[in-house]
């Protein structure tokens, strides 16, 4: 039996879920395009209750995970970015509250384990 539109987009769902719970992010771009028409199509023939339910469950059960991806990505990138500017210079307040930059020396030879 061939599956429904609604039931296409259930499956697809649940291969978005494994994409982003294993960090495949790079290719969920492939599943946009597919996403985006079997969304319309079913929208258009308006899913019966019980399975329209189980889209909006996975729906926003994929949102949250895209927005906590989107959060580990901007802290992941705030936290490279002060390491990046440790690493090449410390900024610091002087007594007077004015903010100071104290270069890093180049000629130190840095010891790794």
Do not use: F, W
């Amino acid at each position: 039996m061939r599956n429904t539109p609604a039931e296409d987009l259930l499956d697809l769902l649940a291969d978005e879920r494994k994409l982003i719970r294993s960090g495949d992010l790079m290719d969920l771009s492939e599943l946009a395009d597919r996403k985006a028409i079997l969304a319309q199509t079913v929208a258009a023939a308006t899913p019966p209750g019980p399975i329209a339910a189980q889209l909006d469950q996975a729906l926003q059960r994929n949102a949250r995970l895209l927005l906590a991806v989107c959060g580990g990505i901007r802290s992941a990138h705030a936290r490279l970015t002060a390491l990046n500017e440790v690493r090449n210079g410390l900024s610091l307040y002087t007594a007077a509250g004015e903010r100071q930059t104290v270069a890093r020396r180049s000629d130190i030879l840095e010891h790794k384990a």
